[in-house]
Each structure stands twice: as C-alpha cells, then as structure tokens.
C-alpha cells in the first residue's frame, strides 16, 4: 500500500464521516449549541462578579471559551471510533482492500471541519455579543489555526480512550477526566494573578493557560511572551506521546 492510495482511503472515509452528518445533523447539535451555551453561561454568569463589566469580561473569556469549546468537540472522536468499533464497522473496513490506517485518519480528518466550524459558532455568536479583535487580520488567523491544531492534538487522546473504553459511558467519563482539569485548572476564566497561590504553579505550566494567553496574544494585540512557543511545545509533545498509543491501539482493534 503506497502512501498516496492510503492518502486516498483516508480522503475518502473522511468525506464519508462528513457525508453522514447529512443523514445524522443532530450530531452537530453539540458543536452547535454547546459553544453558544458556553458563552451565554460563562459571560452572563461570571461577567459582572469577575470584570465588573461583562462586555469586558467578554473580550478575555471569548478566545478560552473556544479552545474548552474544542476540547469538548473533539470528545466526539473518540464516541465516533466507539462506535464503529462496538457496532462491527471496523470489521467490515478490515475486509475491504483499503490502508488499515484509514478509518481512523478518515475520523480524524472529518473531525477538523467540525472544529473549524465550531470555532466560526464561538467568535460568531461572540461577535453579536460585542467581541472586537485588535490583532491584524493574519494575527487573528493564526491565533484561529492554533486552536484548530490544539484540538486536533487532543482529538489523538480522544481516539486512545475511544478505542480502549468498553462503553459509550466510559467514553464519557474518561473524556470528562481529561477535559475538566485542564480547562477548569486554567485562566480561560479568571487570570492567573488572582487565582489561589498554590494553584497558579500548575495553571502557569498548562497547554490550555498557553494556548489560551497565546491566543488571546494574537487576537486582542497583547504580549506573547513565550505563550506561542510553550503551546506549540505541548502540541508536538503531546501529538508524540498519543499518537502512537492510539496508533497501536487501533492496530490491535483492526
């Protein structure tokens, strides 16, 4: 198998993955609905108790509320893997005669719309609400395509636990464990110079902090210190460490 025809297959079982949301739109609800939740809580709730003003509070949660918004989408990754593993479809992949790393590239590439379009939900809706960038055009372009690369990285720790969970319910709850910590443990909410001392040690170290200061950077004309840099650092780590677990798991399921 060359690499240019498993670059087909995967092309291919990638359209297919977009294809079936045409017959299945209500699994775009969640990357619909819950970014627009996210802002409407987290602005209206937080807004006045945190900023004093939550038209300014929006101007700092909006670019984290995206990257916990994407963190959440790529949940479905690991669902979607799930599934097909528990309902047969990759043993019906397995014999036809297509790259056996395929499907899940294909699920993985398909996913990247729904990020993309999820992203577009978070920065329109809050657009409406009043979020203005300051950044150039490319700035906040960059700071768009580092929070689509942020969830593709998780999207291979979503396929690990999609592939070796037993169940759509332990799907779910690992996926919480790894997704609340390290939003909640972070300042997408609330700076990291008002949070309690000994919790700013591992907030400071945390791809979200990073990825979040960073984006903010690039979007709002702020300072990036070394924010950039340390959330490329974590992405290439991390990509590093899960993609071959995941990789390995598959190949034992397949």
């Known amino acids: 198998m060359t690499p240019v025809r498993a670059a087909r297959h995967s092309a291919t079982l990638a359209w297919r993955g977009l294809i079936r949301l045409k017959h299945a739109p209500d699994e775009l609800l969640d990357v619909l609905l819950m970014p627009i939740t996210f802002v409407l809580m987290f602005v209206f709730l937080f807004g006045n108790a945190i900023a004093g003003d939550w038209r300014d509070y929006l101007q700092f ?6 990257v916990q918004a994407l963190m959440f989408t790529s949940l479905g990754t690991a669902l979607a893997l799930n599934t097909d593993i528990r309902t047969g479809v990759f043993d019906r992949f397995r014999s036809m005669p297509i790259a056996r790393s395929a499907p899940l590239v294909g699920h993985l590439l398909s996913d990247l719309v729904k990020y993309v379009v999820s992203l577009v939900v978070v920065f329109g809706f809050g657009t409406v609400l009043g979020f203005r960038t300051s950044g150039s055009a490319l700035a906040v372009i960059v700071g768009g395509a580092m ?7 998780i999207s291979w720790i979503a396929a690990l636990i999609g592939l070796v969970a037993k ?8 996926g919480l464990l790894l997704v609340l910590p390290v939003t909640f443990g972070s300042n997408v909410f609330v700076p990291t110079d008002e949070l309690p001392g000994w919790l700013q040690t591992w ?6 902090t990073q990825l979040s200061d960073a ?4 979007m709002l004309d702020q ?3 070394d924010a950039p840099r340390n959330a490329l650092l974590w992405m290439v780590g991390l990509i ?13 399921q397949a």
């Open 61 to 66: 949660v909006l670019p984290g509320i995206a």
């Open 147 to 153: 929070i689509v690369l942020f969830a593709f990285t």
């Open 167 to 174: 169940s759509p319910a332990n799907v779910q709850a690992l």
């Open 203 to 208: 907030v400071k170290i945390n791809p979200v």
């Open 215 to 218: 984006v903010r950077a690039f």
């Open 223 to 225: 300072p990036a210190h």
């Open 240 to 252: 590093a460490v899960f993609a071959p677990l995941a990789i390995r798991a598959y190949r034992r």
